[in-house]
């Protein structure tokens, strides 16, 4: 039998930080401050508002589809936003606070105007204190786990229709791993097919459907990223973590500041005890939070 506790969990974004820069994955991932014991985290004003916006448009999920939308979404958030007000939300400045709650008021003002599918029957996939998840492979002692925003029933069909909430203005790159995710989760937790996928960028009130991803192709792309993982974790248990966990950019000088690439060199920072950083206290699963100053 698998031991739950030894595994290596896999999500979307600790694979998409493996992608970009193997260091910045150790340092996010795997990396305890000597001092703590605990794993070190930034915060910054767009991860923020994600936190704040999708906490009320889930949160309607807990209650029945024809009253969903009698809730006051904009006192609701406001009730929210008090958890990452000021720099605990990586927030330096009033006026840079007051920009991205405007922006996330708008958000739900534009969902309050018109909710679309919020106001049809939805299900939750099964979960208990940490994120749904099932093995992505016994064999080999992964698991994959993840939250998927939406799912909206669809009667007609007895089919599912996934949804993924997007409060940045960016879109989602095609050779995104969310919905390979979203889908492996939903086929292995729950019994209906999902035929169809949506992300919904709720800055201009867009929803573009996408194309599902093969189930098969899935978990083959899926699997391949979550085993080079492994791999490397198991690698620098051996040859230790410098020479396993490399960023593409070169390694990080803390003399000269130099080398190391975007998504690390924060990081950097923070264990280097740069003054561009700055303690923000404990969050979520007892991580040692830290803001980037200006």
Known sequence: MPDKYSAVWVSHSS?????????????????????????????????????TVHEVLEGLAEYPADTRMNRDLLKWFDEVWQKVSGKKGGFTSNEE?????????????????????????????????????????????????????????????DSLHIIDFKTGKKEESESSLQLPIYLLLCNALQKRKVTKASYWYLENDKIVEKELPDADTAYRDVFEIALRVKEARRLSKREGEEKIFVCPKGKYDSVTKEGGCIHCRPYEWIINNDKQTESVGIGGFNQDMYIIKK
């Open 15 to 51: 694979m998409g930080d493996f992608l970009k820069c193997p260091r910045s994955y150790y340092l996010h991932n795997m990396y305890k401050n000597p001092k703590t014991g605990h794993k070190i985290s930034i915060v910054n004003p767009h991860m923020s508002l994600g936190i």
């Open 97 to 157: 606070e007051q920009e991205f709650k405007s922006r996330g008021i708008e958000m739900l003002q534009n969902v309050t105007k018109d909710p679309r599918f919020l106001t049809n029957k939805c299900i939750k996939l099964k979960r208990d204190t940490m994120p749904c998840n099932f093995y992505l492979s016994e064999d080999h002692n992964i698991i994959l786990n993840g939250l998927v925003d939406w799912i909206e029933y669809l009667p007609e069909t």
